[in-house]
């Protein structure tokens, strides 16, 4: 029996950690919306993903619509929910 409830509780700390995982994202920006606090990043021809931020989103270049980016983010209460946000190419910078 103690064995079985060992396992039972190893089982569940292993899910919350796969849970917790971070989420890489790269693509370009496509929508930005400053009062919701969210982009949209289009990640090929068909892939979106709405990433939200937060005041605590470390965030490094010039973040605007059509930029290139790279998000690092994790699912918290159901959202998106972006750790760092990289800008690599801005509009301006892409052929």
Do not use: C, F, H
């Amino acid at each position: 029996m103690r064995i079985n409830v060992a396992v039972l509780t190893l089982l569940v700390l292993l899910s919350a950690v796969a849970l917790a995982q971070d989420r890489n994202i790269q693509g370009t920006v496509s929508r930005i919306d400053d009062k919701e606090k969210t982009l949209v990043v289009k990640e090929g021809e068909s892939s979106e993903s709405t990433v939200y931020w937060t005041e605590s989103t470390q965030v490094s270049g010039d973040l605007q619509e059509g930029a290139k980016v790279d998000v690092v983010a994790a699912d918290a209460e159901g959202k998106l929910t972006a750790k760092s946000i990289r800008v690599l190419a801005g509009k301006d910078d892409l052929p």
